[in-house]
């Protein structure tokens, strides 16, 4: 009977019993829902059995250690993301030539230079609306894609419901320092800032479509990109813990960016975002997040092609924050006891380095980081 008793006390209800602490009711409420249905292959579920001394997935599956479940659930999500991953590269990499040779066709004045990165030329007009249209669904499809797949609530999926409040403004404050402290000395190498730089040939084009084309890269593109990585699958990647949720998507959103210089820098700042959303319980926050880093990317790189390293411009750039993280260090030396919560540990049955073995060796998974490395060489050595 104690033996009974022991083995059911080292047993871990990973529905019932995990937390989100920033989270509101409706979206624990909702999140425990999507996991306990028993056709949902992409939840982490059991249902505790005190008679068998043991957890079921399902009365199918009900010989399954609990371990071996969550590598299964885990391998099934890395092999979905990684799958529509893929589709990301290919819309990012081969649906600007399908859309020129589609224009060629139709007799409109649009080239790509296929030398390097791509390089849009010709129809002006044409070059903002199809580069525009490339960066957003390379981030949408893929969403709303996963979105389909998972069938994950959308109060879970974009939690609304901003707790916490005082996280933002350190987490506004830490997103200028590494945009600006990582970006200033590699602006010139960034590939991530291609989009801008079709900004700077454009000397024809009308001051309203550059203005518009701008504030698409910076307000639009950002929630696209977040709806992709800390939308859908950051929430459902907590199954397994908040802490395994950021790095993995960090690590997903450095190998994106297939250039070597951007990778740190970009993984850094998904980090930063996926601390502070926890912190917050909002994806506004990440959003907000995202959008002052591409504001203060785009005044680095304005900074530095229209004007020049180390002019009025770029020191205001780099000072403001600086001088912003001051004083936000002050008050919180001031305020020293009222420390940010650390992500709630809710427990699972593998440790972290098999869930991470889980997730990334799915075939998909591995052929989409085997491609973003082969495009970062490219890179590295073209540039």
């Known amino acids: 009977m104690i033996q009974k008793e022991t083995a059911l006390q080292k047993m871990i209800d990973v529905v ?60 099934r ?38 030398l390097g990165e791509s390089h849009l030329f010709g129809d002006q007009k044409l070059v903002f609306w199809v580069s525009s249209m490339i960066h957003l669904l390379k981030y949408l499809i893929p969403a709303l894609l ?3 797949f998972l069938r994950l609530p959308l109060r879970v999926s974009i939690p609304l419901k901003l707790r916490n409040p005082p996280q933002i403004l ?103 975002i ?21 504001i203060y990317m785009f005044g680095l790189f304005c900074a530095e092609t229209f004007n020049s390293i180390y002019s009025p411009q770029w020191w205001l750039m780099v000072l403001v924050p600086c001088i912003s993280g001051i004083i936000a260090g002050l008050y919180i030396l001031r305020h020293k006891n009222q420390k940010p919560d650390q992500p709630f540990p809710n427990q699972t049955y593998l440790n972290m380095q098999e869930k991470f073995t889980a997730f990334f060796s799915p075939m998909p998974m591995m052929a989409f980081l085997l491609c973003c490395a082969f495009l970062m060489i490219a890179t590295a050595m073209l540039t």
């Open 16 to 75: 019932e019993d995990a937390s989100f602490p920033y989270q509101d009711s409706d979206y624990q409420e909702a999140f425990r829902s999507w996991r306990r249905k028993k056709k949902n292959p992409y939840a982490f579920r059991f249902t505790k059995n005190p008679k068998e001394s043991a957890f079921s997935e399902s009365p199918a599956a009900a010989a399954a250690s609990p371990a071996q479940t969550e590598q299964d659930v885990l391998t």
């Open 77 to 114: 999500i890395g092999t979905l993301t990684g799958i529509l991953l893929i589709c990301c590269l290919v819309i990012e990499n081969l649906l600007d030539k399908a859309v020129v040779l589609l224009m060629n066709l139709l007799h409109l004045h649009i080239q790509i230079v296929f």
């Open 146 to 148: 996963l979105q389909i």
């Open 170 to 272: 350190t987490g506004l404050i830490l997103t200028m320092l590494l945009s600006v402290g990582m970006g200033m000395f590699g602006i010139s190498r960034s590939a991530e800032l291609e989009k801008y730089r079709l900004i700077s040939s454009a000397v024809n084009a009308e001051d309203q479509r550059i203005i518009l084309y701008v504030l698409m890269m910076i307000f639009v593109l950002p929630l696209m990109a977040e709806l992709l990585l800390h939308g859908c699958l950051f929430q459902v990647l907590r199954q397994f813990g908040d802490d395994f949720a950021m790095i993995a998507t960090a690590i997903l959103a450095a190998v994106m960016t297939h250039n070597a210089p951007d990778a740190l820098r970009i993984g850094l700042l998904h980090l930063t």
């Open 274 to 294: 996926s601390y502070y959303l926890t912190q917050t319980g909002s994806f506004g926050t990440a959003v907000l997040l995202r959008i002052v880093h591409e």
